[in-house]
């Protein structure tokens, strides 16, 4: 396993919740211990004069407390997710479950709940002096005080956290920062695809999943070791399976052996699960926002309003598309696919035109959405959001009762193919 790779699975392993609950837990054992093996430093009768035996008390209301405040916080981070999945989409629960403030918080109540409880254990054995029992309620002070700024943060942290709208910026937040990763880096390093010879040798997946994790530089070190070329065919987001090609590779091994160890050093560098990952994936954000206004435009919510809402912030993101001409050739042995513009343009915005096209103020506001890409970068997005639009329009057509309304979704897809910007005489007000 690379460096490169280590680091990503290291930092998907930070991102759980469980890593830093466990982190604050052992801070925790070893504050209310380590209170004892430093008392020896403090003067022995400054434990008596200071009242170190209110010490104990404390310790079993902190104890008591945050044992009922963080299964309250727990039942509430259950309920915010439960919400967002029903309210939003199912994808954008791994982004709140990574939040960082919600981490912090249940880890500080584990914590501070670790922490007394331990200390009311070694209280009831002589390991602690009068001078060791003033430097635990010293720290015990100091946890004390942590935990009301947590309190004071999480009741804050609440007011948004598993909202509608909280959870449509995080979504949107992921989608821009993996788009903006790959718009700079828009071959991963490599070179732009080239058709490979024929011959070449294929390695398969041996899981049935999503790719998540493309380890680029352990590919360029195999194609190196090698002295070979590999054309990567499963890019982050491809869903894979035992039929389906991860790489072509034109090094061709003389004996099964050396076949088996060359897939099993190429299939170490993919990391495949059942469900997308929002890092590497720029076009699973796009998907994920769609999803949410899909929901949204459902007969049984019927909130055009969020549609539109979504329809503005997909525009925010892909206005930034705008891959670099000639990107750093690290990996000049791999070659790899483009994200083209075509496949944004349809993964932001088919599903809405398929479930907005019956509503006059979401068919609208989509074809100003696409009239504004194509404006803002006509190289990238003129083409495709036109075809877009044009789609559109003609779903319209078949779901629109008026025929005014139809003739104006109809005007303003014809404006856009013609490289016009259509009236804003078209808009409805609100």
Same mark, same amino acid.
């Given at each position: 396993?690379?460096?490169?790779?280590?680091?990503?699975?290291?930092?998907?392993?930070?991102?759980?919740?469980?890593?830093?609950?466990?982190?604050?837990?052992?801070?925790?054992?070893?504050?209310?211990?380590?209170?004892?093996?430093?008392?020896?430093?403090?003067?022995?009768?400054?434990? =008596?004069?200071?009242?170190?035996?209110?010490?104990?008390?404390?310790?079993?209301?902190?104890?008591?407390?945050?044992?009922?405040?963080?299964?309250? *916080?727990?039942?509430?981070?259950?309920?915010?997710? #439960?919400?967002?999945?029903?309210?939003?989409?199912?994808?954008?629960?791994?982004?709140?479950?990574?939040?960082?403030?919600?981490?912090?918080?249940?880890?500080?109540?584990?914590?501070?709940?670790?922490? +007394?409880?331990?200390?009311?254990?070694?209280?009831?054995?002589?390991?602690?002096?009068?001078?060791?029992?003033?430097?635990?309620?010293?720290?015990?002070?100091?946890?004390?005080?942590?935990?009301?700024?947590?309190?004071?943060? &999480?009741?804050?942290?609440? +007011?948004?956290?598993?909202?509608?709208?909280?959870?449509? *910026?995080?979504?949107?937040?992921?989608?821009?920062?993996?788009?903006?990763?790959?718009?700079?880096?828009?071959?991963? #390093?490599?070179?732009? &695809?080239?058709?490979?010879?024929?011959?070449?040798?294929?390695?398969?997946?041996?899981?049935?999943?999503?790719?998540?994790?493309?380890?680029?530089?352990?590919?360029?070190?195999?194609?190196?070791?090698?002295?070979?070329?590999? &054309?990567?065919?499963?890019?982050?987001?491809?869903?894979?399976?035992?039929?389906?090609?991860?790489?072509?590779? @034109?090094?061709?091994?003389?004996?099964?052996?050396?076949?088996?160890?060359?897939?099993?050093?190429?299939?170490?560098?993919?990391?495949?699960?059942?469900?997308?990952?929002?890092?590497?994936?720029?076009?699973?954000?796009?998907?994920?926002?769609?999803?949410?206004?899909?929901?949204?435009? *459902?007969?049984?919510?019927? @909130?055009?309003?969020?549609?539109?809402?979504?329809?503005?912030?997909?525009?925010?993101?892909?206005? @930034? &598309?705008?891959?670099?001409?000639?990107?750093?050739?690290?990996?000049?042995?791999?070659?790899?696919?483009?994200?083209?513009?075509?496949?944004?343009?349809?993964?932001?915005?088919?599903?809405?035109?398929? @479930?907005?096209?019956?509503?006059?103020?979401?068919?609208?506001? =989509?074809?100003?959405?696409?009239?504004?890409?194509?404006?803002?970068?006509?190289?990238?997005?003129?083409?495709?959001?036109?075809?877009?639009?044009?789609?559109?329009?003609?779903? +319209?057509?078949?779901?629109?009762?008026?025929?005014?309304?139809?003739?104006?979704?109809?005007?303003?897809?014809?404006?856009?193919?013609?490289?016009?910007?259509?009236?804003?005489?078209?808009?409805?007000? #609100?």
């Amino acid at each position: 396993m690379s460096l490169s790779s280590l680091h990503w699975r290291l930092r998907v392993i930070l991102r759980e919740i469980w890593v830093r609950v466990t982190a604050f837990g052992v801070l925790g054992i070893i504050t209310a211990l380590g209170s004892a093996g430093f008392g020896h430093l403090l003067p022995g009768d400054l434990g =008596l004069k200071m009242g170190a035996d209110s010490v104990e008390p404390i310790l079993k209301i902190m104890a008591t407390a945050m044992l009922t405040v963080t299964t309250f *916080s727990l039942q509430i981070m259950i309920t915010a997710f #439960g919400a967002a999945q029903t309210g939003a989409t199912p994808r954008a629960i791994k982004l709140m479950q990574t939040d960082q403030i919600t981490q912090n918080v249940l880890a500080s109540f584990i914590g501070s709940f670790v922490f +007394s409880l331990v200390g009311i254990i070694a209280l009831q054995t002589p390991i602690y002096d009068s001078s060791g029992r003033f430097l635990l309620l010293v720290v015990t002070i100091g946890v004390v005080a942590v935990v009301v700024i947590s309190l004071l943060r &999480w009741v804050q942290h609440l +007011s948004e956290f598993g909202r509608l709208g909280d959870v449509i *910026s995080r979504v949107e937040d992921a989608a821009a920062s993996a788009l903006k990763q790959r718009c700079a880096d828009p071959f991963m #390093g490599a070179h732009p &695809w080239q058709d490979p010879p024929t011959g070449v040798f294929r390695v398969k997946s041996p899981r049935t999943g999503h790719v998540q994790h493309v380890d680029v530089h352990q590919l360029q070190a195999i194609a190196q070791r090698h002295e070979c070329r590999i &054309w990567l065919s499963a890019e982050p987001g491809c869903f894979v399976h035992p039929a389906a090609d991860l790489v072509l590779c @034109d090094a061709l091994p003389t004996d099964a052996g050396a076949r088996e160890a060359l897939e099993e050093v190429i299939i170490d560098s993919f990391a495949v699960d059942h469900a997308r990952d929002f890092e590497q994936d720029p076009q699973f954000g796009l998907i994920a926002l769609a999803e949410i206004a899909s929901r949204a435009l *459902s007969p049984g919510i019927n @909130d055009p309003g969020t549609g539109i809402d979504i329809l503005g912030r997909l525009m925010r993101v892909l206005a @930034d &598309w705008n891959p670099v001409e000639q990107p750093d050739l690290r990996n000049d042995r791999l070659y790899v696919r483009s994200i083209s513009s075509d496949q944004l343009i349809d993964d932001a915005f088919s599903a809405i035109a398929r @479930d907005g096209a019956g509503l006059f103020e979401v068919a609208l506001r =989509l074809q100003k959405v696409l009239a504004a890409l194509a404006q803002i970068t006509p190289e990238q997005f003129a083409r495709p959001a036109a075809r877009q639009a044009h789609q559109a329009a003609l779903q +319209s057509e078949a779901a629109l009762p008026l025929g005014e309304n139809r003739a104006r979704i109809t005007a303003a897809a014809k404006a856009l193919a013609k490289g016009e910007e259509p009236s804003q005489t078209f808009e409805p007000r #609100g």
